[in-house]
C-alpha cells in the first residue's frame, strides 16, 4: 500500500486528474494514526486539486472551517460551491440550508472581524504561541496575508505549541494562500509529525509545485 501511494504522488505530481488526488487524499486520511484534527486540512486540499464535487462536500468544509474558527474561509468555500454550480440548486429544502448557513457564515465574519485586534492583543499575552497562530491565519483568509503571517510566524517562534508540526503546516497553507510558494514550500518540509500532518505537507507541496489546481484561491491581498 505504501508503494501504491508513492505511485499516486508520481501520478497526481505529472497527471493531475481529480480520480488519482481523489484516491491519493483517501489514501492518505485512511493511514493508521491520522489525527482527526486535520479534516479542515482534508478539505483544503481538495478545494485545491478540485475533488470537492458534491453540495454535502463543500457544506461540510464550510461547518469545519466555522467550527475551526475561520469564517472568512468558510465563506470562501461557499463562494466556491457557487462559482462550480453544485451549490444552489437542488430541492427547496437543500436551498433553504445553503442559505441559512451563508447566513450564519456572514454573520460570524461581522463579529470575528469586529473582535480580531482584540483576540490579537490577547493572544500576544498568552504563554504559548497558538493562538497568535490562529489570528494570524484568519487574517490571511481575510486577506491580510502580510499582517497575518506575521503573527503566524511570531507564535511559532514564541513556541509552547500543542502540536508545532500542526503550525507550521498551517504556516504553509497560510503563505500557499499568500501566493508565497518557495516560503510555503520551506514551512511544509519543516512538517515532521506522524499524525498524519507530514503526509498532508507533501501533498500541499505538491499542489504549489504544479498547476494542479483547478479550484479558486482564496483573495489574499498580499503587499
Not at 491519493?24 to 478545494?47: E, H, N, Q, V
Request: glycine letters at 10%; hydrophobic letters at 40%.
Amino acid at each position: 500500500m505504501n508503494g501504491y501511494t508513492v505511485a499516486l504522488e508520481k501520478l497526481v505530481t505529472y497527471y493531475p486528474k481529480p480520480d488519482y488526488w481523489l484516491d491519493l487524499i483517501a489514501r492518505t486520511a485512511g493511514k493508521p494514526g491520522f489525527s482527526d484534527a486535520l479534516s479542515l486540512d482534508l478539505d483544503r486540499i481538495r478545494l485545491r486539486t478540485g475533488t470537492l464535487d458534491k453540495a454535502g462536500d463543500y457544506l461540510e468544509a464550510t461547518e469545519l472551517a466555522v467550527q475551526a474558527g475561520f469564517p472568512g474561509e468558510a465563506d470562501s468555500f461557499l463562494k466556491a460551491g457557487y462559482a462550480q454550480k453544485v451549490l444552489g440548486t437542488g430541492s427547496a429544502t437543500d436551498i433553504d440550508r445553503q442559505k441559512r448557513l451563508q447566513t450564519l457564515v456572514t454573520n460570524k465574519i461581522a463579529s470575528d472581524k469586529a473582535s480580531l485586534a482584540q483576540g490579537e492583543a490577547q493572544a500576544a499575552k498568552l504563554p504559548g504561541g497558538d493562538a497568535l497562530v490562529n489570528t494570524g491565519l484568519a487574517y490571511v483568509t481575510y486577506g491580510e496575508a502580510d499582517k497575518g503571517l506575521a503573527l503566524m510566524n511570531q507564535g511559532i517562534a514564541k513556541g509552547n505549541l500543542k502540536s508545532a508540526d500542526l503550525a507550521k503546516l498551517h504556516l504553509g497553507f497560510a503563505y500557499l494562500l499568500a501566493n508565497k510558494k518557495d516560503d510555503a514550500l520551506k514551512a511544509f518540509k519543516d512538517v515532521k509529525g506522524n499524525d498524519g500532518s507530514r503526509d498532508l505537507a507533501r501533498l500541499y507541496a505538491i499542489t504549489a509545485r504544479g498547476n494542479n489546481v483547478s479550484a479558486p484561491k482564496a483573495a489574499v491581498k498580499a503587499k
